[in-house]
């Protein structure tokens, strides 16, 4: 079925691998890339609700900045190959791109498979050998300890004893979220086998269960232009401004996902942690004590139900005056200065208890994989065994929404993939 030797073999079809294994062959390498599942750009094809936010327009410092303290790990690989550049690609292709809120790149045609298409044709083009339903069992490594060289000799596929024999392997399997795209962990085993160390694995961009069920009653309302401040045992960790999402277990939203990796750490270590959500951002407490007093001075006669709806969405009402505790039918010419005080607080700092975030298995990313001190920046090749390189969301990296995680898997695919042709 194959032939017994492979400049390059690549594992794992999502992004980065499909990348990886294009560019390798388009600089000359006869490559083999493999999937364990009957699909390529599983993932990728379910990326940003099926659109596919491909990068950002931001620059450099943006990037890395979004990545926490270990994105200046990604300097060179995005001096090699950055957003333009990954842009440009594209649209040789024939996928035109647009930018949206927040600086977001999608392909006009708001379809993920655009973009999983043209990277079908870049493998064809550049006749990369594609074995799919075929899972890597392990990677074997000539370990001659004479010269403390260890080097990659080739891979073994399912329970077959035959090796591939190739000198130069990409590990591009990603890490474990969505299972069902075929990110089972698989290659977190693989490099654990070979010697390298695991940075604990937890969800990263995922939403977050409640302690409070009223949550039910508000699944999917969708608020734009909030604020949220995350406190983990009464310190603030973190905040965003944007949009959220109820869900009948919690929160959800690009807000919520952003924070969510920060409140995991902390949910970790057994530290409470509050959600507070401003509904209304753009006005500080005197502002909104000067419009609730022009409420009752315009519309007193009115229910405070009525009035309330001036303020929020008309399903978060109920909600909103069950925990005010203020009766929906009274006139709200009524309402005490305490209540008032109520209405402002909830307002402003609408307050969820955050028990958990929902499984790994439905995070966008995996935080945590193969450690960054084990990895050399300039080329993505393991500093343990000769020829076994990564790139993707394998490698202990993870940035927050807005195409930064897609970018981060294309950067480090291509930087991959000339290295392993340079070399």
Known sequence: MFKKFYDVIVIGGGA???????????????????????QLGKKLSITGKGRCNLTNVGEVNDFIESYGKNGKFLYRAFTNFFNQDLIAFFNRYGVRTKVERGGRIFPVTDNSESIVNALRNYLKENKVTLGLNLQVKEIIVDDNKTDGNNKVIGIKIGESKEIIETDKVVLATGGLSYPKTGSTGDGYRMAKKLGHSIVS????????????????????LSLKNVSGIAFADGRKICGGFGEMLFTHFGLSGP??????????????????????????PALDKKKLTDRLFRETKNFGLKSVNNVIKNFLPRKLVPV???LANISSDKKFKQITHQEKEKIINLLTNFSLKITKSRPIEEAIITRGGISLKEINPYTMESKKIKGLYFCGEIIDLDGKTGGYNLQLAFSTAYLAAQSVVSS
Do not use: R, Y
């Open 16 to 38: 980065s691998g499909m990348f990886t294994a294009g560019c390798a062959a388009a600089k000359g390498a006869d490559t083999l890339l493999l999937e364990k599942t009957n």
């Open 320 to 322: 909103f005056l069950k």
């Open 255 to 280: 807000i919520i996902l952003k924070m969510s990796a920060l409140v995991v750490k902390h949910l970790n270590k057994n530290e409470e942690v509050i959600i507070a959500i401003n509904f209304k």
């Open 201 to 220: 694995l937890t969800p990263a961009l995922v939403p977050l269960e409640t302690k409070e069920d009223f949550v039910k009653d508000l699944q999917g």
